[in-house]
């Protein structure tokens, strides 16, 4: 006779057995065959994301796990699977209800274009998901009322879509939640981020770039109970209806990491607890502040602050002496555009970390303190349009690490420092619009990293530096108003860039240097003239712009035929300058040329037939020259008006009011110049009749 223990013993065998069982044959066939059906969809028409995804046992999979208790899926990672060249992607969302037990999924950048809310209606009936990650795709409409509904979410990732509406309250009954991000979509109407404060888990709140949502936070007659890490509120209108000020609740979290409400017209000065309670990075620019920086900087120890952006506000006076002892962490900071006064504090140079620093565009005097030039942490140093004097840099800099250094339009005077032959890195160089002199040729280091290399509107002598053919990937050259004489280099072709901008020295595609610090917003630009007007070059365009102005020098001789290899170039000015000699027929290969100015020089000759060819061509000027003959107006040349020709008297046709003749199409062909044919003299007709009549002919 069995005793019940052991009765109650075979029984927990055979569960146990029955367990193991399931976990032989692998994963549920509804869920393997749901992701089967995910994969097909996703590769289609003819991608091959996933190959792990083959055979009866899912579980087994790259980017899945599951529950070993139920076999049940509880983890997928579909990240950046769509291949970008297939378009957008526009799943079934049914697939993904079969996974009841799911725990975390990531569907972020896959350009899924689909209504949203259906598409979140599938993973609103999962009681055990904690993490949903969606963001960066091209999902619409408004949120379900269904995602109020999951008590074990913690990470809700919806950023970077294209979801409408008001922001709904019921967001607020995620108990569990941690992280909500919402920013960069299309909602609007007004939330108060009241509806947030019995959320006691919430540690990151992102409602940023949501032009039109209004955020409000004020009166504060809510307490809240959560202590965040991370806060973005930029762009999305912050109290706007009470009187654009800073939200007095964030002065009750005391361990925020990241704090970010830039561009949001707040007003009133910055307050000093703001650099204690933010840890890592704060952001304020593009706003309405005021006031001197650090107003009360007596009772203040020192922040542990590593990125400080308050660029684009009206900040004023001057900035602490002691200001490296006050922030000795910072490894970024940007205080471009403000109304800062006095000396940069020598104080800088002590900071730990420093990589970044931009106080363009304000009022400074001074000079650049020598211990900021001797830390080899620096990578980036942007003093533009202040009011800095003496050496460009001290002499014995030390910059090994930098990469891009902007000192235009200040004062500075003397020649390029040696020491700067010490930053083989550096990829961005602009010190136009100061008073620098010396020997350019002399002066200037070989930068073999170097992409943007602006020179012009200052007092160097001497000719064009041979050391340009060596650096090959340079993209802008200027060195216009410079004061230089001598030839145009015939070496111009080996700068490998300005034949094939998809080629470098390593290989890779070329592209003009990009800030780290893409989460502080730092933007690389190029200001640029061309088609007689400056451009500020980003993104894309700044990648594949290629630039050449060595105009207004006193440059002499021939324009270099080798000039028509540089295939790349879009723009090229070589106007007022001393220039001789035909126009080069080379041209013809400059076939993404869109501005040629040669202007104001002493070219001679015709224009040649062969320009037609330069069919990107739709800015142009050969005016005031020496030039001669017949205008080719034909193809993009119909485009170019009379002041392209003007001051070349030999010129004729149209878009000139000077027709052309027989004798002012061969007068002056090439002047200076004798061409005269005997057979065209009258002397040679009557030797030919005379010879005539004694021949007896």
């Given at each position: 006779m069995e005793t019940p223990f052991a009765y109650a013993s075979m029984v927990l065998?055979?569960?146990?057995?029955?367990?193991?069982?399931?976990?032989?044959?692998?994963?549920?066939?509804?869920?393997?065959?749901?992701?089967?059906?995910?994969?097909?969809?996703?590769?289609?028409?003819?991608?091959s994301a996933l190959p792990s995804w083959v055979g009866k046992n899912c579980c087994e999979w790259r980017k899945v796990t599951c529950d070993p208790s139920s076999s049940h899926v509880k983890t997928i990672d579909?990240?950046?699977?769509?291949?970008?060249?297939?378009?957008?992607?526009?799943?079934?969302?049914?697939?993904?209800?079969?996974?009841?037990?799911?725990?975390?999924?990531?569907?972020?950048?896959?350009?899924?274009?689909?209504?949203?809310?259906?598409?979140?209606?599938?993973?609103?009936?999962?009681?055990?998901?904690?993490?949903?990650?969606?963001?960066?795709?091209?999902?619409?409409?408004?949120?379900?009322?269904?995602?109020?509904?999951?008590?074990?979410?913690?990470?809700?990732?919806?950023?970077?879509?294209?979801?409408?509406?008001?922001?709904?309250?019921?967001?607020?009954?995620?108990?569990?939640?941690?992280?909500?991000?919402?920013?960069?979509?299309?909602?609007?109407?007004?939330?108060?981020?009241?509806?947030?404060?019995?959320?006691s888990d919430l540690s990151t709140l992102i409602l940023s770039d949501?032009?039109?949502?209004?955020?409000?936070?004020?009166?504060?007659?809510?307490?809240?109970?959560?202590?965040?890490?991370?806060?973005?509120?930029?762009?999305?209108?912050?109290?706007?209806?009470?009187?654009?000020?800073?939200?007095?609740?964030?002065?009750?979290?005391?361990?925020?990491?990241?704090?970010?409400?830039?561009?949001?017209?707040l007003k009133g000065s910055i307050p000093t607890w703001m650099f204690y309670n933010v840890s890592n990075l704060l952001e304020l620019k593009n706003n309405m502040f005021s006031g001197q920086f650090l107003q009360q900087p007596a009772d203040f120890n020192f922040s542990s602050l590593e990125v400080l952006d308050i660029s684009d506000n009206n900040v004023h006076g001057s900035l602490p002496d002691n200001f490296g002892e006050l922030f000795p962490y910072l490894t970024l900071i940007h205080m471009s555009n403000n109304s800062l006064q006095g000396n940069i504090p020598p104080s800088f140079g002590e900071m730990l970390s420093l990589e970044l620093l931009d106080l363009s565009n304000n009022n400074l005097t001074g000079e650049i303190p020598q211990n900021l030039t001797m830390k080899g942490e620096l990578k980036y140093l942007m003093l533009s349009n202040n009011s800095?004097?003496?050496?460009?840099?001290?002499?014995?800099?030390?910059?090994?690490?930098?990469?891009?250094?902007?000192l235009d339009s200040n004062h500075f005077t003397g020649a390029i420092p040696a020491c700067l032959s010490n930053s083989l890195d550096l990829e961005y160089l602009d010190i136009r619009n100061n008073h620098l002199s010396g020997n350019l040729s002399s002066w200037l280091?070989?930068?073999?990293?170097?992409?943007?290399?602006?020179?012009?509107?200052?007092?160097?002598?001497?000719?064009?530096?041979?050391?340009?053919?060596?650096?090959?990937?340079?993209?802008?050259?200027?060195?216009?108003?410079?004061?230089?004489?001598?030839?145009?280099?015939?070496?111009?072709?080996?700068?490998?860039?300005?034949?094939?901008?998809?080629?470098?020295?390593?290989?890779?595609?070329?592209?003009?240097?990009?800030?780290?610090?893409?989460?502080?917003?730092?933007?690389?630009?190029?200001?640029?003239t061309t088609k007689y007007i400056s451009y500020a070059y980003e993104g894309a365009p700044l990648a594949f712009m290629i630039g050449i102005d060595i105009s207004s020098n006193s440059l002499t001789g021939n324009i270099p035929f080798e000039m028509g290899d540089l295939r790349e170039?879009?723009?090229?000015?070589?106007?007022?300058?001393?220039?001789?000699?035909?126009?080069?027929?080379?041209?013809?290969?400059?076939?993404?040329?869109?501005?040629?100015?040669?202007?104001h020089n002493e070219l001679n000759g015709t224009i040649p037939r062969e320009f037609l060819q330069m069919t990107s061509l739709n800015t142009f000027s050969v005016a005031f020259n020496n030039l001669s003959g017949k205008i080719p107006y034909d193809r993009q040349f119909w485009t170019f008006n009379e002041t392209s020709f003007i001051g070349n008297p030999y010129l004729c046709g149209k878009p000139l009011k000077r027709n052309c003749s027989s004798d002012n199409q061969t007068q002056h062909h090439n002047e200076g110049e004798e061409e005269y044919r005997l057979i065209d003299k009258p002397l040679f007709l009557y030797m030919i009749v005379a010879v005539s009549y004694i021949l007896g002919f």
């Open positions: 065998f055979i569960v146990v057995s029955c367990c193991c069982c399931c976990c032989c044959h692998g994963c549920l066939e509804v869920e393997r065959k749901a992701l089967l059906q995910i994969k097909e969809s996703i590769n289609y028409p003819n991608g579909l990240k950046e699977r769509r291949n970008a060249s297939f378009g957008k992607w526009s799943p079934n969302a049914t697939l993904f209800s079969q996974f009841k037990n799911l725990v975390e999924i990531d569907l972020s950048d896959n350009m899924i274009q689909m209504n949203g809310s259906h598409m979140l209606q599938a993973f609103c009936g999962m009681e055990f998901l904690e993490i949903l990650n969606i963001h960066h795709n091209l999902l619409e409409g408004v949120l379900p009322a269904c995602l109020g509904n999951m008590p074990s979410l913690r990470v809700l990732g919806l950023a970077r879509n294209q979801f409408t509406g008001e922001i709904p309250s019921f967001l607020s009954n995620l108990s569990s939640v941690q992280e909500i991000d919402v920013g960069s979509n299309l909602f609007d109407g007004v939330v108060s981020l009241s509806m947030f404060s019995k959320l949501n032009k039109q949502l209004e955020v409000e936070t004020e009166p504060l007659t809510w307490v809240p109970s959560f202590q965040l890490s991370s806060l973005h509120l930029a762009n999305c209108n912050l109290n706007k209806h009470h009187g654009n000020m800073i939200p007095s609740f964030i002065s009750t979290q005391l361990y925020l990491v990241e704090l970010d409400l830039s561009h949001n017209s800095l004097g003496g050496e460009m840099l001290p002499r014995d800099c030390n910059l090994t690490e930098l990469k891009l250094l902007q280091p070989i930068f073999p990293e170097i992409k943007v290399l602006l020179l012009g509107r200052n007092s160097f002598r001497g000719h064009i530096p041979k050391q340009l053919c060596q650096m090959q990937k340079l993209q802008f050259l200027d060195i216009s108003n410079s004061s230089l004489s001598g030839y145009i280099p015939s070496c111009l072709n080996k700068i490998t860039s300005w034949k094939n901008l998809s080629l470098s020295s390593n290989g890779s595609t070329l592209g003009v240097v990009i800030s780290p610090f893409k989460n502080a917003g730092i933007k690389i630009r190029v200001v640029f170039v879009r723009s090229l000015n070589l106007s007022n300058n001393l220039l001789t000699g035909p126009l080069p027929a080379s041209f013809q290969k400059l076939k993404n040329l869109e501005t040629l100015d040669l202007s």
